[in-house]
């Protein structure tokens, strides 16, 4: 028992070092213009993975390939890739809430606009949790090369951020990537709709 503790205490403590390391921006003086033209950035980034926007992202997409673009395939694809996310949101939300990991201790809270309810807490990053569904159903149903380098690299940059901006400790993205790549396959095995509902 004092072992594992021991071990789990190591664990903790270089996952803390690492992610403090990486955390760059916070290393930046707060007041510096670099500082403040990479937290304008940083912060576009952020909100541009938040579930927020990715969600009524895909039931824009759902739309537009239903009733402009004539294509069913693909409405159905990005139908369920909205569920899939709102799936994700409660999981998330739920797993946060049981285990309620504070964020680390060197980041600025103060500019979290979108944080609420268990999201104040930091295991897993919800973030990386959604970009890596969103990656597999683009490489899985959306085969077009560009478009899937674009999002993988979009998705990349965003889950980064979330260790450069001190919002995360490395373990969150990490268990937030295997979270998010392994509920692809359980949404499509149990949850899968084969139609839009609208």
């Not at 707060?30 to 500082?35: G, I, L, R, T």
């Not at 979290?112 to 959604?130: E, K, N, V």
């Amino acid at each position: 028992m004092g072992a594992d503790l021991s071990l789990h205490a190591t664990a903790d403590r270089l996952d803390y070092n690492i992610s403090r390391k990486l955390a760059l921006l916070r290393q930046l003086d707060s007041d510096s213009m670099q500082f403040k033209v990479l937290n304008i950035i940083t912060q576009s980034f952020e909100v541009l993975g938040s579930s927020a926007t990715t969600i009524p992202g895909s039931f824009l997409a759902t739309i537009y390939f239903k009733y402009f673009y004539e294509d069913c395939a693909l409405s159905v694809v990005f139908f369920n890739l909205m569920l899939a996310q709102l799936v994700n949101v409660i999981f998330t939300g739920g797993v946060k809430a049981m285990v309620r990991r504070k964020r680390p201790d060197y980041s600025s809270n103060n500019d979290m606009y979108l944080t609420h309810g268990p999201d104040i807490y930091s295991f897993p990053s919800g973030h990386a949790l959604q970009m890596l569904l969103i990656v597999r159903f683009v490489f899985t149903y959306v085969v077009h090369g560009k478009l899937l380098s674009f999002v993988c690299g979009l998705c990349g940059i965003i889950t980064f951020l979330r260790i450069f901006t001190g919002r995360h400790f490395v373990s969150d993205v990490l268990g937030g990537c295997l979270i998010g790549w392994y509920s692809f396959d359980f949404y499509v095995k149990f949850m899968w709709q084969t139609y839009t509902w609208f």
